[in-house]
């Protein structure tokens, strides 16, 4: 026990070692995490990157997309036309890049030397690893709300915790208590291997939906729609079509950071036509989990008397604490798959090209 503890302590415990590329004689230019996938890795097949695309499609952010449409004088017709078309230009974008990283099994950093240069590659490389860090704590807050969410359908008397933090820190005990849980929670996947990840996208892409799908069957239930899908567009000539251009640019942004580094996923392609079917499935998922959003909406708007937009806060106003549990365990899992996919694995993969070890 006390030799391990020893170890534990010593620097070179938690020391990387050096990998060598089978490329580069030098670490300084490469190392084994940029080299082509090895054959025995490339295990994506079209309908891993179909599963890739409904565990990120099913999240917050996206269920509120069409909130922010409707707001600016769209009706549910225009929203759900405008975010088809978006994600259609991003899935077109996705295909194309995705298509190197297919065919070469490299990723996104190697590849971003061949438009740059070695040296002015890390502009943009640095660039990315930003926005990376910006959404993971974005997304991470996120998943503390669903956390929150869980502890609160057990233990109800966590919601009168009192909070010892100053409202200039904008956040509660209670909040900065799920931040860290949802960290803990979050950690073990930020662990797993790439090529091996792909289990959690599927079994996200089987859990999260299909708790979509039984929020949007209670909604309509419920109300059999409510008076969002009465709700006439407020806007007409220049206005709209300024809207519908906002509105489709919203859509594209979503994921334009993604489309860039889409080839850090593509690499791990058994073939390269494996990864074509994103250009499908990719403005079909995203269409249809806005409805979702939508509808449940329209659905709170009746019931509760005013537009929830976060599904959080809708389900925190549920009186079964079960079909809480259980639909904001659905979420919680659901950041996590994006974190992973759209954040972590990004940023890692950026990581080992500014510091190849």
Not at 314 to 319: G, K, P, S, V
Request: glycine share 6%; net charge positive.
């Amino acid at each position: 026990m006390t030799e391990r503890v020893k170890k534990l302590r010593s620097r070179s415990f938690w020391e990387l070692r050096p990998e060598p590329s089978s490329f580069a004689s030098s670490n300084k230019w490469s190392n084994k995490d940029m080299d082509p996938v090895p054959m025995h890795q490339r295990s994506w097949t079209m309908w891993d990157y179909t599963s890739y695309w409904l565990s990120d499609g099913f999240n917050v952010p996206t269920w509120n997309m069409a909130s922010s449409m409707l707001a600016v004088g769209l009706s549910w017709r225009q929203a759900l036309p405008a975010i088809a078309i978006g994600h259609f230009i991003i899935a077109l974008a996705v295909t194309a890049n995705g298509t190197i990283g297919a065919r070469l099994h490299i990723p996104f950093p190697v590849i971003n030397r061949s438009s740059f240069g070695y040296w002015f590659s890390y502009f943009s490389v640095v660039s990315r690893v930003v926005l990376a860090m910006f959404w993971f704590a974005i997304q991470t807050y996120t998943g503390s709300e669903a956390v929150y969410q869980m502890l609160k359908a057990i233990f109800p008397s966590i919601a009168r915790i009192p909070n010892a933090l100053p409202a200039s820190s904008n956040i509660t005990t209670v909040g900065i208590m799920c931040y860290f849980l949802y960290w803990l929670i979050q950690l073990p996947f930020l662990l797993v291997s790439p090529h091996k990840i792909r289990y959690l996208f599927i079994a996200k892409a089987i859990l999260a939906p299909t708790t979509g799908l039984a929020m949007m069957i209670w909604a309509f239930v419920r109300t059999g729609g409510g008076p969002i899908f009465e709700q006439k567009a407020t806007l007409s000539g220049s206005a709209l079509s300024w809207a519908m251009l906002s509105a489709m640019n919203s859509a594209i942004g979503n994921y334009a950071t993604l489309s860039v580094n889409i080839p850090d996923f593509t690499r791990y392609a058994r073939s390269p036509r494996d990864q074509y079917v994103q250009v499908l499935v990719i403005p079909v998922i995203f269409t249809f989990f806005a409805f979702m959003g939508i509808a449940v909406t329209s659905a709170g708007n009746v019931i509760y008397g005013e537009i929830l937009w976060d599904p959080l806060t809708l389900i925190d106003r549920w009186d079964n604490r079960a079909a809480a549990f259980f639909a904001s365990f659905a979420f919680c899992l659901a950041t996590i798959g994006t974190n992973v996919s759209a954040n972590s694995i990004s940023a890692a993969n950026d990581f080992t090209a500014l510091l190849p070890r």
